[in-house]
Structures are given as C-alpha cells and as structure tokens.
C-alpha cells in the first residue's frame, strides 16, 4: 500500500460530504433533545486519510467502539472473545475533493490479510460515492487518482527589509491566492481596544489610552490588561461569518469579568462560567462584536476568544473590517519557480497560499496552526505597529 510513498508538503484535505449506514444500529438511546440525540454506528464512523503521493491516497477506516462489552454473537459462551467481534456493516460513503475521471480502488482487511471489495457506485464534479464494509477495526481504502491534483513544493519564508518573501515550485498551471496576517489566522483583522484605569465606573466616561489589535488571543502574549491593576478594556469590531450556520463562541480565560455581544445578543456574562455559547450567524452578514472585561488586580488577565461552525474551522474570532487586505492572486505555471515579495510582513504573521486545479484544490500549510509559513517569534503582543 505505501511502497509510492513520497514526502508531500502540502497533503490535500478530502471532505465526507454524505454516509449512509444500512440497517442503522443504535449504540445509545438519547432522550430526544438535540443536546442528547439517538447515537448510531454512523455517527462513529473514522475515515483517516493519507496521502502518500500527489495521486495516491491511503485511507483507513472503522467504527469506533463505545461499549466494548457488547455480545453480538450470544450463541457463543461469554468467555469467548469472538463473542464481541462486530458483525461488519454497509455504508455508502462520498468523498469530495478528489479527481472522479477513472479513479482505481481497491480495498484491503490486515487482520485476514486479504482484498476486499469497493465499489463506486456514483460520481460528481470533484466526488465519489463509495459502497464499502465497515466494521471495529480498521481496514483500507486506497484510491490512486488518473492525474496529481496540486501540489506546492520547496516552500520557502525569509524575513526582508520591506517585509517577507516566498518561494515555492508549483505542480500545475493555474492561478494561486496569497493571504497573509497574524498567525493563526493568517489575514488581515483590526479590532479597536479601549482601556480604562479603573475597574468600576468606567463605562460613561472617556478611555484613557486606545489601541488596535489583530486579534482576541492574548495568552503569553503581552496580556489583556497591561494598566492593571483597578482596570478595564473594551473590544470592539465587526465580524462576518461565511456560512448561514449556528456558529459557537468559545472563551479560554483566567477571569469571568467579563461580557461578550453579538450584535444585541449578550453571550457571556460577567460571573458566569459558561464559555461556550452558539448563536445562529447569516452569510455575508457583518455583525457588531463587543467584548469587555475588567479587572480588580494586579497582573495580566488572560483571554481567546475562539468561533467555529459546522464548516468552520476552530479559530480566534477575526473582524472583516480588513478583510480585502493582505491578498494576492498570482498565477503560476507548472514546474516554474514562484518567487513573490511580501510588504509589511510582521514578525508572528503567517502566510497560507490557496490554489485548484481543475475541481480539486488544496492550500498550505493545510492547517492554520501549523508554524510552517510563520515568521518567528510566532509569540509576541498582538498590538499593530
């Protein structure tokens, strides 16, 4: 199976877009709230995908366990550990991002070491829809690809006068978006930050010192109150979700002083510990953010204030005010050296580079935490300047 392995700098991220489970086996009962749902073998289905080279991709897969003690076989003694071997089940599986002209599949079970069989028995624009077997353990899936999808290799970040510059060596001819900006989020985002030196009474008279922040991660990373102590901030910017979603606003924090809106909805609360509320956002819709917290001691308070959806990816919340800045579009050619100059490129800033060839497409670093594209220190005051 991996014998055409090669190192791949940017692996493609493949999406399960639709599984249908035959014959659907209940694992536990919910009690019919959408907090506490009916759990089925469906919902414990693991797909991992590797890529091993720009067409081929090694992909185990299972249904994960929860109750380990359960004797599917009850003929059988309960000593016998084969008592409890889950029966294997179908399930129609689609898998998007991927090219679907004449791909090859083949199945393989490593504990019976032997083939077993995939089928398409659909297709789409970018897509696959796969009837295979699925049981506890895991088996494979590989699928080798007519053509590589896209690629970017010898990836290069190197600090210059006027900013930063990249170099990389794309695998296909086609056009490429540069975006750039403070890791993790790696774009532009500008949030106006107000500070009061006290921490009563604050709020009807006028700030005595304001600032612009990228983001509300401030973690080892200069804190939230540097006036403290008797202090407080307010935060505020607009946010613009990309998907009509119920969206989740998540704190990690030392201190509960503090109050977060949406808008006018109030999501947190100063005394409250529920650090985790959702609020259903529309696309493309700017919404008003304002975050405030105060502080009675001496020393840094610190605070990240995540979002993320059901196609949203977890990250600091980020504003759209700055949203048409830090961005490039290059086109590129196969097999040419990509040499591009970026001005005004921060120590701590990341870069991520998006590129599609055809009905697949890809982007590195894949994942916005990875520190490959940053330029250290990747830790530092989130202030601009």
């Given at each position: 199976?991996?014998?055409?392995?090669?190192?791949?700098?940017?692996?493609?991220?493949?999406?399960?877009?639709?599984?249908?489970?035959?014959?659907?086996?209940?694992?536990?009962?919910?009690?019919?709230?959408?907090k506490h749902p009916n759990v089925y073998h469906r919902d414990n289905f693991v797909l991992l995908p590797y890529q091993i080279n720009e067409s081929k991709f090694v992909i185990p897969y299972y249904v994960m366990t929860q109750d380990m003690t359960f004797q599917w076989d009850k003929t059988k003694d309960i000593a016998d550990p084969t008592a409890y071997d889950m029966p294997p089940q179908i399930y129609d599986i689609t898998i998007a991002n991927i090219n679907s002209v004449n791909p090859v599949l083949s199945g393989y079970d490593p504990i019976k070491n032997i083939n077993i069989p995939v089928t398409v028995i659909g297709s789409g624009p970018g897509s696959l829809k796969i009837r295979l077997e699925a049981t506890d353990y895991p088996r494979f899936l590989i699928i080798e690809e007519t053509s590589p999808g896209p690629q970017i290799s010898g990836f290069t970040l190197r600090k210059t006068p006027a900013g930063g510059n990249i170099s990389f060596v794309p695998n296909f001819t086609g056009d490429m978006q540069i975006r750039w900006g403070r890791y993790p989020?790696?774009?532009?985002?500008?949030?106006?930050?107000?500070?009061?030196?006290?921490?009563?009474?604050?709020?009807?008279?006028?700030?005595?010192?304001?600032?612009?922040?990228?983001?509300?991660?401030?973690?080892?990373?200069?804190?939230l109150h540097p006036m403290s102590p008797k202090s407080a901030v307010r935060i505020t910017g607009k946010i613009k979700p990309k998907y009509t979603e119920v969206y989740s606003f998540e704190m990690n924090s030392n201190t509960n002083r503090v109050n977060l809106w949406i808008g006018t909805t109030q999501l947190f609360t100063t005394g409250s510990y529920d650090w985790n509320q959702t609020i259903l956002l529309q696309a493309g819709t700017e919404y008003d953010l304002r975050f405030e917290c105060t502080s009675p001691y001496a020393g840094t308070d610190a605070v990240t204030l995540f979002w993320y959806s059901a196609n949203q990816e977890k990250e600091p919340v980020c504003s759209s005010e700055s949203e048409t800045e830090n961005i490039a579009n290059l086109s590129v050619t196969?097999?040419?050296?990509?040499?591009?100059?970026?001005?005004?490129?921060?120590?701590?800033?990341?870069?991520?580079?998006?590129?599609?060839?055809?009905?697949?497409?890809?982007?590195?670093?894949?994942?916005?935490?990875?520190?490959?594209?940053?330029?250290p220190p990747i830790y530092m005051d989130h202030t601009n300047g």
């Open positions: 199976m991996f014998k055409d392995s090669v190192n791949i700098e940017s692996p493609r991220k493949l999406k399960v877009t639709e599984l249908i489970e035959y014959k659907p086996r209940l694992v536990f009962q919910g009690d019919g709230t959408t989020i790696r774009r532009a985002s500008k949030f106006k930050r107000e500070f009061w030196d006290r921490d009563v009474k604050w709020d009807n008279i006028p700030p005595v010192a304001v600032d612009y922040i990228d983001t509300i991660d401030f973690f080892d990373r200069g804190g196969n097999n040419q050296a990509v040499s591009y100059d970026i001005p005004g490129l921060r120590d701590g800033d990341g870069v991520q580079l998006s590129f599609t060839n055809g009905l697949v497409s890809n982007k590195f670093p894949q994942w916005n935490y990875d520190f490959k594209g940053v330029l």
